[in-house]
């Protein structure tokens, strides 16, 4: 049996110093404390008082998450485990949420993230333990060539007729104002300010992308170094002024190509709101060779 406890964030700091993606690490989770009302740095440790894992959880009026500022969580561990201690763990969380009756939410990283099993362990367990699962749908460039349908072999035709110019910058404001127009001439939110992305990426190894035409900025994208295995799109975007020249195919293809070359996946992220499907930005990332893999986001109802 697994018991929970709550610890500074520098002794937790200390006992879980690699976390797997940087999205768990205290540093990451102080930057952002502002996005919720209280921060519990919980151990979870045997009978013998032997941290096992441990996980940074926020707390607000609606609940506990952990995430709470971020695409995903989840458990830490420094070690591998069997189907019984991952179960054991999903317990002493369950039992957590209940003392203080309130509902926990965790969302994991795709299964791709790490080498071994250890994230699907963690998602079977928890829904052993009660939690529901309402996975969405994520996408992501393997390592191998992109293997585009006929349609996005001649959208990328189409934009190779045109004198596109691409670069990494370390320009935040240009690239993040191209993504922002995007999202306001479709009318969909941008979660980061300009200054929150500017004080991420002292963090978190980040490249901006540029893709222009004729001097304008058309197309661009925000990519983060979440591990040492995967590169994350956190934001892409073209002016859709310029959609039907398709810079965002060739950008796609410019971004598989690159990290395919460093030996990176690249996590293209969900197309999903709550298990429902975008169909249509689940089309397009098939299209251009991105592979299907869920990303289990559990909840605790108490």
Known sequence: MLNYSEVTYNDY???????????????FALLNASKTGLLHFLVLSNDHGKPLFGIIIGENAEGFSSPFSAPFGGLETNRSHGVET??????????????????????LPPAFYCADDRIEAQALAL????????????????????????????KLATAGR????????????????????NRDQRGYPLRMTLGQVEETVKLIPADFWIMSLEGRDVAAAQIFEV??????VVYWGE???????????????????????????????PSSTDGVPSTGLCDFKASVGCHLTPKHVLTLSV
């Open 13 to 27: 700091r200390q006992l879980f110093p690699k976390p797997s993606v940087v999205y768990n690490s205290v540093d």
């Open 86 to 107: 991952w179960l054991e763990a999903a317990e002493a969380l369950k039992n957590f949420a209940r003392e203080y009756k309130k509902p926990l939410r965790i969302a």
């Open 127 to 154: 829904k052993t333990a009660g939690f529901t699962d309402t996975p969405d749908y994520n996408y992501h460039f393997n390592l191998d060539v992109p293997q585009l349908t006929s349609a996005a072999r001649n």
């Open 162 to 181: 045109h004198d596109f110019k691409t670069e990494l910058t370390t320009d935040v404001a240009r690239a993040y104002a191209v993504i922002k127009a």
């Open 227 to 232: 591990n040492d295995r995967v590169v994350q």
């Open 239 to 269: 002016d859709t002024e310029f959609s039907p020249l398709r810079p965002m195919n060739l950008l796609a293809s410019k971004i598989a190509l690159h990290y395919l070359e460093k030996g990176k996946i690249v996590d293209v992220g």
